[in-house]
Structure formats: structure tokens, C-alpha cells
């Protein structure tokens, strides 16, 4: 006969191994490549050194000359603090009942809530990859009421069916909790529903975050090329050389500039990138450039299953959640997500995972990691933006043409 604590060691020796390869190899090709540590974990943070520059004690002199004098390398150490990411799953006492007898019941039953919940993990893990650590999913545009009210938004690239949401109007939270029901990405809406919404009634200027994660996110790389004052508590006016290169590209995208940018890239930081991560409007862009130049479309296959275009060696990485009209010059060996811990159970009293929830009929285990993402030599990655649509720029060439004739 099955029982809490034997499902618990199931849950223990059996799902967790499982759970952790799941999450850590098969996110996206640069979740992939971003190493994983807890060497530089103190306490309740990492603290992350980062050196920039060369030794600048290096000279020549004549013979019997004076020694040149020592300039050690130029260094900075970052404070990064490991957040709080949890992945909770529920089971109802009746269903651990129905199943106590049949051992297949109750594997079907954790089978689906896992994969469910490993299917979020690896969604929101990718997402916090391309934000700044402020869960902010959207903003709305307008609202609709009805029975299944919706939200019209500025961007759905974040926002997926099943999440749910807290609602803000000017920093207070407005609505907790409510549910997306469906994504309409073409007319970036989504779906909630009204028993649930209640009187609240959402308005323009009101934003979207994940539930309970407002600025508690990990910090992705928005964070690195954003406009703060410091990285980490490292002030980028009096430590210009851990500053990110960026360039205006404010163009069609082409091969040449893509050359041009990636020399630029390695000669400042003196290591060139090793891959480069664009939306995948944005590859098509570059798709299309090799095909009107006629050149050799090459691939290549990842670690983890992946296959992508190359750049001249260099995989050209589709991401759900990168911005059109970007590309991200990347060197991954100096990408890190720090970590206390790899995924683990939260365990209760007496090393309990499944634990009923307080005068409720329903058991529930969480999964928890604790960490943050830190680029480690911030000046070896690289961010081409405005990347002009060429097919909007035609047609707005178009449209003139046609109301001047």
C-alpha cells in the first residue's frame, strides 16, 4: 500500500535526478552553455570577481635601465544575491487515496504534475534569461469586459496560457493571482476570466508581472545592458571597462555588418564571441541576407539536441524571448548562473516533501533553487539593436510613394 512517505521517497530517489537533467540541459541552447556554480557562493550571495584590462607592469629599458613599475590588472568584485526561484505542485488527498492501491495510479499522477510543472520551470527560466530581474511581463493598452475579459497589451512575447499574473496600477498591486487562460500573440491580448477579475477592471498604463515576483526575478541580460547606474554594485562610470559593448546598427541587417561588429567586439575585449542570439524574426533576417548573397548556409548541432545556422563557425542561436531587431554578441565561458544549489525538494518536518496544505484536503511539494545569472567578464558581450524590418520599411515606402503620386 502506497503512502505519503513512500511517495516521498520516490520523489526523492527517483524524480529529482530526473527533474535537474530535464531543467539543466534542455532550456535553450544558452541556458545550455551557461555554466553552472556555486564556487562563489558567500552566504546569501556570490561574490564574483571580474578582471578587465592587461597587467600594466610590463615595460623595456636600456640596459641597466630603471625596472618598469608594477601595474596589477584593474579588478572589481560583484555582490550579486541569489534569488528565490520555487516550482510547487499539488495533489489532492482523494486522488493519493483512489491510487494508494495501484502504484501505476499514483506514477500517472505525478508524471503529469512534474511534467507540467518542468515545462514552466523551463519556460520562465528562459524568460528571466532576457529580463532585468523585474517580472514585468507587459503593460495593458485596453481592456474588454465581458465573461472571459481581455487584455490588450503592448508585447505578449513574455505572457504564455496558464500563468498567473499579479495586475499593478502606479505600484500598488491592483489584482493577485488571476489566471491566463489563452495568448493571442497576433493582436497581443490575452484571456482571463470575470468570476475572477471581479469589479476590477484593468486600465491602460497598468502592468503585468509573474504572481508574487515583482523585483524578485533573476537579473538576465537586460540587466547587463540596461541603463543602471552599476552591475552588480559596480559603478560603470568609474569602471568603464566592465561596460558591455552596444552599437546602433539603425539598418537593414547584412553580413558585412555583422562582420564588422563581431571584429569590434573581440578586438575591445580581446576574445572573440562564441555565439550569437537573435529572435527568430531577426535569423530569418540573416537567413535571407545569405541566401540574396548567395553564400553557403552551414549549420551546426549543440549540446543538448539543438541545431542552429553558423556564422562563420559561430552558432547563430534562435531564442523565444529575445527582442526583435537584435543580436547579442556572446562569449559563454564568462556566463554564469550562480547557484547555492541545484533543484531540491523543500522538505518539511522530518525530511517531508509532500506536505498538506493548512485545514485543506491537498498535499503539495515544491521544488526550490536558489541563484542568479552574472556575466563575469561583462565587457566580452556585445549587443547589436535597431535592426530595421525590411519588409515594414518597403511598405512604408510604398504607402509614401503611392500618396505622393
Not at 539603425?250 to 555583422?258: I, K, P, S
Not at 531564442?319 to 541545484?342: I, W
Not at 485545514?359 to 503539495?364: H, N
Request: glycine share 8%; with cysteine.
Amino acid at each position: 500500500m502506497l503512502s505519503v512517505e513512500s511517495i516521498d521517497s520516490v520523489l526523492k530517489s527517483y524524480y529529482l535526478d530526473a527533474i535537474c537533467a530535464s531543467l539543466n540541459t534542455g532550456v535553450s541552447p544558452l541556458y545550455q552553455a551557461i555554466e553552472k556554480t556555486a564556487a562563489e557562493i558567500r552566504g546569501k550571495e556570490a561574490v564574483v570577481p571580474t578582471m578587465y584590462g592587461i597587467c600594466g607592469g610590463l615595460g623595456t629599458t636600456e640596459e641597466a635601465g630603471e625596472l618598469p613599475d608594477a601595474g596589477e590588472c584593474m579588478r572589481a568584485a560583484f555582490s550579486v544575491p541569489l534569488k528565490n526561484i520555487y516550482g510547487v505542485i499539488d495533489i489532492t488527498d482523494k486522488a493519493l487515496r483512489a491510487s494508494r492501491d495501484n502504484a501505476s495510479g499514483i506514477v500517472g499522477i505525478l508524471n503529469n504534475e512534474i511534467r507540467a510543472m518542468v515545462r514552466s520551470a523551463r519556460f520562465n527560466l528562459n524568460r528571466m534569461l532576457w529580463m532585468d530581474g523585474d517580472g514585468l511581463l507587459a503593460t495593458v493598452e485596453s481592456y474588454k469586459s465581458g465573461s472571459m475579459p481581455e487584455v490588450t497589451v503592448d508585447n505578449t512575447r513574455m505572457l504564455a496560457g496558464g500563468m498567473k499574473v499579479d495586475i499593478y496600477r502606479s505600484g500598488s498591486l491592483l489584482k493577485g493571482g488571476v489566471r491566463v487562460y489563452d495568448v493571442d500573440h497576433e493582436n497581443k491580448k490575452f484571456i482571463v476570466r470575470h468570476e475572477e477579475m471581479g469589479s476590477v477592471t484593468a486600465q491602460a498604463g497598468d502592468e503585468v508581472y509573474v504572481q508574487k515576483s515583482k523585483d524578485n526575478e533573476v537579473n538576465g541580460l537586460p540587466y547587463l545592458f540596461g541603463d543602471a547606474v552599476s552591475y552588480y554594485g559596480v559603478n560603470k562610470t568609474a569602471n568603464p571597462g566592465i561596460k558591455p559593448m552596444t552599437q546602433n546598427l539603425g539598418a537593414e541587417l547584412t553580413v558585412d555588418a555583422m562582420q564588422e561588429f563581431f571584429d569590434s567586439a573581440s578586438l575591445r575585449a580581446g576574445a572573440e564571441p562564441d555565439m550569437i542570439v537573435c529572435s527568430a524574426k531577426t535569423r530569418r533576417q540573416y537567413l535571407k541576407q545569405l541566401e540574396l548573397n548567395r553564400r553557403n548556409i552551414d549549420y551546426l548541432n549543440l549540446d543538448g539536441g539543438f541545431k542552429t545556422l553558423s556564422f562563420n563557425g559561430v552558432p547563430v542561436v534562435s531564442e523565444r524571448f529575445a527582442p526583435d531587431g537584435e543580436m547579442y554578441f556572446l562569449n559563454t565561458p564568462s556566463l554564469k548562473l550562480v547557484e547555492l544549489n541545484d533543484w531540491e525538494w523543500l522538505e518539511g518536518e522530518k525530511g517531508s516533501i509532500l506536505n498538506q496544505l493548512d485545514r485543506k484536503a491537498v498535499y503539495t511539494a515544491t521544488l526550490v533553487k536558489y541563484a542568479n545569472f552574472v556575466a563575469a567578464f561583462p565587457r566580452a558581450q556585445g549587443r547589436l539593436y535597431g535592426i530595421t524590418d525590411p519588409v515594414a520599411d518597403t511598405s512604408a515606402t510604398t504607402d509614401d510613394e503611392t500618396a505622393g503620386a
